[in-house]
Every structure is written in C-alpha cells, then in structure tokens.
Nanobody
Framework: VQLQASGGGLVQPGGSLRLSCAAS????????IGWFRQAPGKEREGVSC????????NYADSVKGRFTISRDNAKNTVYLQMNSLKPEDTAVYYC????????????????????WGQGTQVTVSS
C-alpha cells in the first residue's frame, strides 16, 4: 500500500502548480482523499478533500477559489491544481486517505486520515 505525492517545486507568486497523489495496491474510490500542508514552524492543516465515490469536495477558506481538487479513478490518482499561488502557500504538501466518505469540515480533519504519503515541497517565492 503506497501513496506517492509529486509535483511540488519552486514557483513565483501568482503562478500555478499541479500536485498528484498516486495510490498503489488499493483503490481510491472507497476512500476520502485529503491534501494537507505544513509550513515551517506551523501545525499541519487541511487544504482540500475529495470523496472517491461521488467526487464531493471541500476546501479550506484560505485556498477557496484558487485550488481545485480532482480525481481520476482509472489512474487511481488525485490531483490538486493550485493557481494564484501566494508566499503563504509555501509548505510541504501531503496526501492522505480516510476510510469511508465524509463531508463538511470533517472532510479536511486530520483525525480521520490514517494513511499518509510522503510530502512534496511547494515554495512560492520571487
């Protein structure tokens, strides 16, 4: 069982990145998949989530309108499209899975997630 996050990098403010979270050895459609981030000196926080069965999504207020989460069940991959990036988006981004389906604020609550991939660094700087 493995979650592989990728797509991070260095981008200027206002730029875009797309993160990918690929799962192997299990199917994402029976999980809720979340993206989280942790900036230096700060606690890890929920960014976005998507339900594997029906595509329901939720976002943290700080990224609404700028980030879009999506899934490709055929590829067993979840994406996080990040546009209009700001320096405060700089963090290590992690994807994780929670068994079952969740909505609202629970969907981006770390307590529900029990399997985590390694992080990918996103740096927004000029």
């Amino acid at each position: 069982v493995q979650l592989q996050a990728s797509g991070g990098g260095l981008v200027q403010p206002g730029g875009s990145l797309r993160l990918s979270c690929a799962a192997s050895a299990f199917s994402l459609d029976v999980y809720t998949i979340g993206w989280f981030r942790q900036a230096p000196g700060k606690e890890r926080e929920g960014v976005s989530c998507i339900r594997g069965n029906d595509g329901y999504t939720n976002y943290a207020d700080s990224v609404k309108g700028r980030f879009t989460i999506s899934r490709d069940n055929a590829k067993n991959t979840v994406y996080l499209q990040m546009n209009s990036l700001k320096p405060e988006d700089t963090a290590v981004y992690y994807c994780a899975t929670a068994p079952g389906y969740y909505s609202g604020s629970y969907c981006i609550s770390m307590a529900l997630y029990d399997y985590w991939g390694q992080g990918t660094q996103v740096t927004v700087s000029s």
